[in-house]
């Protein structure tokens, strides 16, 4: 029953913006961190965009900084990706990730299905 829906991606040209959404249902939404991780073919997943918590600390990898931001509204349980000036190499499935942390060095987590975010001219 836990699910996660990802919304939001398509086609835009560079220096444009989309705002990705993940709808969760299924478990208690804000006892998990969120993430946005993103997969380009050939390449393997990387994380973009983390959120701990409701209020909570945020952190980017380097190549979305300034760029994208990450937030949640745990009221609706969704966490966003905005994402503006929006680069080629932003191309890629984008995945949210919910993750409880149960120690210390263990983690569940629950995917998404992924949505497609092409820029292209």
């Known amino acids: 029953q836990v699910q996660l829906v990802e919304s939001g991606g398509g086609l835009v040209q560079p220096g444009g913006s989309l705002r990705l959404s993940c709808a969760a249902s299924g478990f208690t939404f804000s006892s998990y961190a969120m993430s946005w991780y993103r997969q380009a073919p050939g390449k393997v997943r990387e994380l973009v965009a983390s959120i701990v918590s409701a209020g909570g600390s945020t952190r980017y990898t380097d190549s979305v900084k300034g760029r994208f931001t990450i937030s949640r509204d745990d009221a609706k349980n969704t966490v966003y990706l905005q994402m503006n000036s929006l680069k080629p190499e932003d191309t890629a499935v984008y995945y949210c990730?919910?993750?409880?942390?149960?120690?210390?060095?263990?983690?569940?987590?629950?995917w998404g299905q992924g949505t497609q975010v092409t820029v292209s001219s």
């Open positions: 990730c919910a993750r409880l942390q149960m120690t210390a060095v263990a983690s569940y987590a629950h």
